[in-house]
Structures are given as C-alpha cells and as structure tokens.
C-alpha cells in the first residue's frame, strides 16, 4: 500500500510539474499573438534595446502612414485568411517584408520599408498567420508559415510589370521563408534577405526553454509530441535542410549582441546554403536590430542586391 501511494505521489508531481507546465508552454507558444506595434513600443517604459533608435522608428512609422496602400487578402493552401499591405510605387521591383513572432510588419520594418520605398521599390507587408490582421488560431513558428510565403510570391508575381521580388524575413519571418526556400519555384524571385532567425522550431524551444531553467529534457519530446498531434508536422525539421537544396542567392543578417536567438543559427544557415551567400555580423547590434545598428548593412545589401536586380 505505501509502494502504490509512493507511485501516486510521483505520478501527481511528475503532472504537476511536467505536463502542466508542459501544456501551458505549448498553447501559450503556439496560440494566436496581438502583435506588437510601433506605438506599443513607444507607450513602453521597458524600451530595452530599441531605445536609440525609437525616434528613428516613429519617424518612419509616420512615413509610412502617410502613403497610399492597397489592403490584400489571400487564403492559404489549408484555408487561413491571409493579409498585407502593398504599396504600389510603379516598380518592376517588389521586396516581401515578413516579420516575426509576435510583431508586425510595421514594428520589424518601418525602417527598411521607407528605405525601399525611397528607392523606388514596391512593397508587400505580409501578416504572418495567427497575427493581427491575418486569421488563423495558431502561429507554427515558420514550419506552417513557410507555405504562406509561396502564396504571397504568387501573388506578387502576378501584378502587372513585376519582374523582380526579393524576400525579407526577420526572426521568425526569416526562419519562414528558409523552410521555403527549396521550395520557390518561381524565377522572379531574385534574392533573399534572412535576418537573425533559427534553424528549426524544435531548437529555438529548446534554446528558450534551457535560458528559464526548465526541465528541457522531460519537456521538449512532450512538445514535440503535441506539434505533431496538432499540426502534421515535426518541429526538429531544419532550415539547412531546405537551404542546401536552394537557388535563391541570399544574404545573412544576425546581430553579434542578439540574445534571443543564437547567432550560431544564422552561421549555420549560411554554411548550409547552397546558394551564392553573404552574411554580415553587426558587433552592436541586438535582436532584429542589424538594419538600424550595422553601420554598413543598408549599403552592403544595396550592393548585394543590385548584383541579382537588374
């Protein structure tokens, strides 16, 4: 009788302290995000990293308000409302911004947005699945979210005078499209840009998960085990996967400060593409931050781009 009290004790704390946490993780991972704006960051008193450069964001988040858009809808290939925003500039040119986890296209690229549009691009302001304006109950973290990104070069491809798209994706949205990449077909995608994102779902979790001290090894394969219940799909599927067999030149971005995402991702990824690649490093720069603080970045990608944008 103690011996079966001994074993009921272990399994309620084994629930306890395992699986509940276990399910609370996966659903608040995985569930729908608000996404964080320009004006939530600038009502913030935890500027954190972005406080040099908040001033510069508003200015072109006002910028950018400023401009005419077209409101787009699509669905994707299991039925989500898809949503972004084009600016139409009259270009053969059109770069797709994709941003990250719990963000929104404004928040991750104002900055580079009005930098484009300046220079005569057009713009698509993709909203990731499971964000604002976007449908979808969940957020897949790139694994879903890379088919997503197929329909919106579809989309793009198809407006009159296009013969350029280039891809931008930050975090999250650059862990998208790198899933994607072996599977872009379409040949007026002329370049990819993939900043500061992770080489698989399964291992940014488990990055997350060691940094708050928690039981990684008992937790991940239960995570894992859910993703594949819930979504037909394995989390420790990997980016360099779909980048070894890639076409598309691409060009690495990853703060060398960024404590959110490992920068060893990103060299990762770079060392598995098969593509022609380079990469920069910005020394001060954080977590999405390699645009803004990477004093040579915007030149350095205008060059790189001009070698595959005629």
């Known amino acids: ?27 608040s991972l995985f569930s729908r995000k608000k ?38 809808q699509i669905f994707s290939y299991d039925g989500v409302s898809l ?9 053969d040119k059109t770069i ?8 929104t296209p404004m928040s991750n690229f104002c900055v580079q947005a009005r930098n484009f549009y ?18 979808g109950k969940h957020v897949t973290l790139g694994i879903t979210e890379q088919y997503d990104i197929l329909r919106w070069i579809d989309w793009a491809s198809q407006k009159e ?16 499209i790198a899933y994607a990449s072996d599977k872009i077909k379409n040949k007026k995608v ?53 980048l070894r067999h890639t076409d598309i030149p691409a060009f690495f971005l990853h703060g060398a400060e ?8 990103s060299k990762q990824m770079y060392k598995a593409c098969a593509s022609y690649k380079e990469c920069e490093y910005p020394k001060n720069a954080h977590h999405i931050l390699s645009f803004l603080a990477g004093k040579d970045v915007p030149q350095k990608l205008d060059i790189f781009l001009n070698r595959f944008v005629k």
């Open 1 to 27: 009788m103690i011996f079966l009290y001994a074993i009921l004790i272990l399994l309620a704390i084994y629930i306890i302290f395992i699986i509940c946490p276990t399910i609370v993780m996966f659903f």
């Open 35 to 72: 996404g964080i704006t320009i004006e939530d960051l600038e009502k913030s008193d935890d500027l954190e990293y972005y406080e040099p450069y908040i001033k510069t964001l508003s200015e072109c988040n006002r910028f950018m308000k400023s401009l005419n858009y077209e409101t787009v």
């Open 83 to 91: 949503c972004a925003e084009y600016y139409d500039n009259g270009s």
């Open 96 to 103: 797709i911004f994709v941003h990250g986890y719990c963000a």
């Open 118 to 135: 300046q220079k005569d691009w057009n713009l698509l302001m993709v909203y990731q699945r499971g964000h604002s304006k976007s449908g």
């Open 161 to 176: 005078n296009t013969k350029n798209i280039v891809l931008y994706g930050i975090s999250m949205g650059c862990t998208s």
């Open 190 to 242: 002329k370049a990819m840009v993939l900043d500061c994102g992770f080489t698989s779902v399964y291992d940014q979790m488990k990055f997350d998960s060691n940094k708050r001290h928690l039981p990684t090894s008992l937790i991940m394969p239960y995570i894992q085990l859910f993703a594949r219940m819930a979504f037909k799909e394995n989390i420790k599927d990997s980016t360099c996967d779909s």
């Open 258 to 265: 960024d404590k959110s995402v490992p920068i060893e991702c």
